[in-house]
RNA sequence: UGGGGCGUGGUGUAACGGCAACACACCGGCCUUUGGAGCCGUGGUUCUUGGUUCGAAUCCAGGCGCCCCAGCCA
């Protein structure tokens, strides 16, 4: 590992580097404990990312230790879930393992620990237990049953275990400080009884499961992990973590390291809120291509890359401003896959709002084959043949009757270049009886074919078409982001919920050749932006999502207009 | 009012006693067969006050601000 030590960039990488200099570890072992009882967010995705790429630098391993300490909450559906967004995303670990595999373990060394005189069985109500804890400013009251006999609380322990006792009537608790100001340490419960609904690895063997913090340590000294790491809303509770591996007095014990959680802006990631979301039907479901979850941006079109180079780009610090955590700019997830996507994603024509565009000089009947760049950024990608008629479809936005200042597009008396294609100019326009304009006139120059004057004269503007004929019709969906505020992570979040947020879009005019479009397959529609097919695409009737428009800079010169 | 953590352009992260850097955003310009991409440039008395030092974002002390903790949740 001598020239692969890589330089540490970050507090937790220059901890494990310290680490294996000192000798304090030998080798690095990191374990992400989800809770499995929700989707994988983009949240999720950093803590995940920090303990793969931290394992993989230094030469170790990630496992997968899923934290099913209270039945009541934890479903198996989440487990395979989470494993298949995990796996998305390129993360590789090592084992799967679950806290329950230790719960007999666990057991022993709670009675090791009740053997020691440090832990108790407390039969105090769980109003006692709340109102005795104190509070943040005053010092608690010792429990009357904080001083029983070894033997009477081994009696009572094993009694919990074997269900003697309902839900509720007792808790093993660690004897610790009731005065301590770190609230944890007021002789933090260990144990509770619960006997429904059964657990979902364990079935009906326990009826007493242990706390987080019980469990946590103790399960990553078990396993061998070494560096436990963990959000900064953990910080308080490392003393009680270190607490009990000490009084265990466990050899070489993992060490906990915390960090800043990630936020992101116009968005909430708390699980209770994404669950609202869901149930009250304000997106389609947990894979909606609005929502934060990897379900979700895995269906509107982000690459896995984009959620690594976005990781990467956000850092890894201690600052929790909000929620323990960092605010990250959803622009800057958005520059994220517009930097993947251009390298990689195919170019396509694609009129979202059709007009039609009627050619008054090109021959009727007559259908040319113009050769079109796949990827200006990647030359491997080859071109591909575009069909071109005396009838075209052009992005409605593209013409103007009366065009603003600055306005480059097509407009009467104006010339623009159709992409790939011929420069035309605009003669004038067909319109209803409202007055509408229906259909816009133009006559082309044949000497431009492929999009070059031969004189050497420039257009302002190329403007992206279809062959009307040869058109194939889709339903497109543009997303904007889910919130107006940029901070709506609170209970009233639902007043912030950004009507807009969905546009369905229909009877839009795609190029032939994206009639075939696989579900997940991506591309750039050409001075659009960025889209994804959608899994309701049926083989000649292609959906897409929109993952992200291309930077607009036309959209600034309007909006300052004040248009 | 108890305990803990954190304060660097709008946002996020660097700088480890020696000229405050990078990315995104923003604004301006160049270039362009995508108003895309690319390229160039503008913007900060490092929360504050004082101290140590030839020299402080960095070390020390005091303020201020923000965040987390009083589940038999994790």
Known sequence: MTDETPKPTDFIREAVAEDLRTGRFQSVRTRLPPEPNGYLHIGHAKAFLIDYLVAKEFGGALDLRFDDTNPAKEETEFVEAIMEDARWLGIEWEKVIYSSDFFELLYEWAVELVKKGKAYVDDQSPEEVSRNRGTLTEPGVESPYRNRSVE???????????????????????????????????????????????????????????????????????????????????????????????????????????????????????????????????????????????????????????????????????????????????????ACVRDDLNRRAERRMAVLKPLKL????????????????????????????????????????????????????????????????????????????????????????PSTRGGDAPDGRKVKSTIHWVSAKHAVQAEIRLYDRLFTDENPDSDNFKEYINPNSLQVLTGCMLEPTLAEARPGERFQFERQGYFCADPDSAPGKPVFNRTVALRDTWAKIAQKQGK
């Not at 004897?175 to 770190?182: E, L, Q, R, V």
């Not at 607490?243 to 014990?253: D, S």
């Open 358 to 445: 009627v050619i008054d000089n090109y021959p009727d009947g007559l259908v040319e084959e113009l050769e079109a760049v796949n990827n200006p950024e990647d030359e491997a990608a080859g071109t591909r043949s575009l069909p071109f008629a005396k009838e075209l479809y052009i992005e409605a936005d593209d013409f103007a009757e009366a065009p603003p200042p600055k306005y480059y597009r097509l407009y009467p008396g104006n010339e623009v270049r159709l992409r790939y294609a011929y420069f035309v100019t605009c003669t004038g326009v067909d319109k209803d009886a409202d007055g509408n304009v229906t259909a816009v006139h133009c006559t082309y120059d």
């Open 152 to 334: 009477e609380n081994l009696d009572l322990l094993e009694r919990m275990k074997n269900g003697e006792f309902p839900d509720g009537s007792r808790v093993l608790r660690a004897k610790i400080d009731m005065a301590h100001g770190n609230m944890n340490m007021r002789d933090p419960i260990m144990y509770r009884i619960i006997h429904e609904p059964p657990h979902h690895r364990t079935g009906r063997k326990w009826c007493i499961y242990p706390m987080y913090d019980w469990a946590q340590g103790q399960n990553d000294a078990m396993h061998g992990v070494t560096h436990s790491l963990c959000s900064l809303e953990y910080l308080d509770h490392r003393p009680l973590y270190e607490w009990f591996l000490e009084a265990l007095e466990i050899p070489n014990p993992p060490r906990q390291i915390e960090f800043a959680r990630l936020n992101l802006n116009y968005t909430v990631l708390s699980k209770r809120h994404l669950r609202r979301l869901v149930e009250e039907g304000l997106v389609s479901g947990w894979d909606d291509p609005r929502m934060p979850t990897l379900r979700g941006m895995r269906r509107r079109g982000y690459t896995p890359e984009a959620i690594l180079d976005f990781n990467e780009r956000t850092g890894v610090s201690k600052s929790g401003v909000i929620n323990s955590g960092m605010m990250a700019d959803l622009a800057l997830l958005e």
